[in-house]
């Protein structure tokens, strides 16, 4: 997306003065962002005009009082990119949003300026990390290979077997846009567990390493 172009946002979110402050602080913002749904469940994101939005921010912690994990993985199936904004500062959860395909994880107290930086990244592909986000990455002490998600290694595969991200797009039926936030999201994953992987040569050497793919399959 240029950098100028108008941003729109779904907010899921059960607390109303939640919603009227997110939507104040995008208001006061220097490049357009515009809520263009919001409400306490699943549906401000999955019909309307919330359907379109570029970027979906959900609260983990909707009124049935248990983690959102089954609205995040519907979001994410719809290729959607989901913020995850809460009040839980627990470094596993966080983790967990991650490996299930959330853009990003911030805390409510991370505030305004954090929202504001991941909203315009999300919509732009570029990748965020917030504080308490570097500090889950940080400490993490799972070890072994990323957890990629099933639609990133279908990407990242169908990448080694294609001449351009636009064929890889055609083929899954998806945008180049799409395509490189999952590259970019298995790129970061990657770096997190300090195993770098910058160029496509090195994301398949990861990837034969991490027996997702073989020599004689490339």
Not at 112 to 136: K, N, Q
Request: one cysteine or more; aromatic letters at 6%.
């Amino acid at each position: 997306m240029p950098e100028n172009e108008p941003v729109s946002v779904a907010l899921i979110d059960d607390h109303p003065v939640v919603l009227a402050g997110i939507e104040s602080w995008y208001a006061a913002s220097e490049r357009p962002i515009t809520v263009t749904a919001k409400g306490p469940d699943l549906s401000v994101a999955m019909s309307g005009p919330g359907l379109a939005a570029d970027v979906v921010v959900l609260d983990l912690q909707l009124s049935q009082g248990v983690p959102a994990y089954p609205e995040l993985k519907q979001l994410v199936a719809r290729e959607r990119q989901v913020i995850i904004y809460t009040m839980q500062e627990s470094q596993e959860t966080a983790l967990t949003c991650l490996d299930l395909g959330a853009f990003t994880y911030l805390t409510k107290a991370e505030g305004e300026r954090h929202l504001m930086a991941a909203t315009l990244a999300a919509a732009d592909c570029r990748p965020y990390t917030p504080p308490a986000l570097a500090g889950a990455f940080g400490s993490d002490a799972r070890k072994g290979r990323p957890a990629l998600t099933p639609r990133e290694v279908e990407v990242l595969l169908e990448w080694f077997q294609s001449e351009s991200k636009a064929m890889v797009g055609e083929s899954l039926g998806i945008s180049v846009r799409t395509v490189n936030t999952y590259l970019e999201r298995v790129r970061i994953k990657y770096a997190n567990a300090g195993r770098p992987a910058t160029t496509k040569a090195n994301l398949v050497a990861r990837a034969i390493q991490d027996g997702l793919t073989s020599l004689d399959e490339l």
